[in-house]
């Protein structure tokens, strides 16, 4: 079973807001998951983005990969938080 730290869908049409979450690799999109690591809403100005980052450790530590979209999404979030 592979682990990836991926984003959800919330919000209604044309009105995003994703979860950062952490899931089984098969598993949908919008399907269960194991954890909520943090937020994503780009409909801020900027986009507001926060994480908990003792979660995201712990599951970086067990060995999930996150996407390429939530890899960027952590970088913001470091440089900002700096």
Known sequence: MAVR??????GRKKQPFY?????D?????????????????PLQEPAK?????RKLQDWLDKGALPSTTVKSLIKKATVAAE
């Open 49 to 53: 983005i926060d994480i908990n980052d």
């Open 25 to 41: 690799s098969e598993s949908p999109r919008d399907g269960k998951f194991l954890d909520i690591v943090g937020t994503y809403d």
């Open 5 to 10: 730290i991926r984003l959800t869908r919330l």
């Open 19 to 23: 979860r950062i979450v952490v899931a």
